[in-house]
Structures are given as C-alpha cells and as structure tokens.
C-alpha cells in the first residue's frame, strides 16, 4: 500500500545533470520529512539531502552543496533531486526516504526502491 517510486536515474557525462523524482503514496505527504540517501558499491548509505514538511528547510551533504537541490510539491505528493555537475564520486543507488514529522507517532522509516545513477565518460 505504501510505495515510493523514484525515476530518473541513468547514466550522465561528468558535469552533466540528471534529476531524480520519488512520487509517494499511502501516506500523508504534506506530513512527511522527505529525504535523498545513496550507497556507492563497498560504502555506507549517506543522507544527501532533507526537505521538511513546508519544504521552507532544507539540509544537504557537504559533498553536494551547491550542486544538488532538493524540493516537493506537495499537490503531486512528489519530491525531487536536481543534480548538477555531476562527479564520478556521485556515482551510487539513490534511495527515497520518508518518515512522518516528530510529532506523529508513526516514526517509521519508508524507503525507495533505490535509482541507479552512474556518472562517467
């Protein structure tokens, strides 16, 4: 009942773009903190970026700062990872996460099925 469906990833150029959506549902989107994971081969997950629920706050990874940009619509239940200048260091499965704000006691993590993006000549 609950999906996460990302689209987007593929293969791109270094320097190039790419723009990933996750579209939810069975949940109540407007409530939920809306995040981007990833996991290259042979390392951890890391949090890429986070957009709260108004999308008014966003927090993003050192590594992409300046190059990514996260944002929702709310009406669409959808959110986004606009990637520019992409590295070959970004090459990794991209994962949607959501969970509900703190104040609901729902603090389930919902997970994607992960996209992946390869960045290389």
């Known amino acids: 009942q609950v999906q996460l469906v990302e689209s987007g990833g593929g293969l791109v150029q270094p320097g190039g773009s790419l723009r990933l959506s996750c579209a939810a549902s069975?949940?109540?989107?407007?409530?939920?903190?809306m995040s981007w994971y990833r996991q290259a081969p042979g390392k951890e997950r890391e949090s890429v970026a986070t957009?709260?629920?108004?999308?008014?706050?966003?927090n993003y990874a050192d590594s992409v700062k300046g190059r990514f940009t996260i944002s929702r619509d709310n009406a669409k239940n959808t959110v986004y990872l606009q990637m520019n200048s992409l590295k070959p260091e970004d090459t990794a499965v991209y994962y949607c996460?959501?969970?509900?704000?703190?104040?609901?006691?729902?603090?389930?993590?919902?997970w994607g099925q992960g996209t992946q993006v390869t960045v290389a000549s």
């Open positions: 996460k959501a969970k509900y704000a703190e104040w609901y006691a729902n603090q389930r993590d919902y």
């Open positions: 069975g949940l109540s989107f407007s409530s939920l903190v």
């Open positions: 957009i709260f629920t108004n999308g008014a706050s966003t």
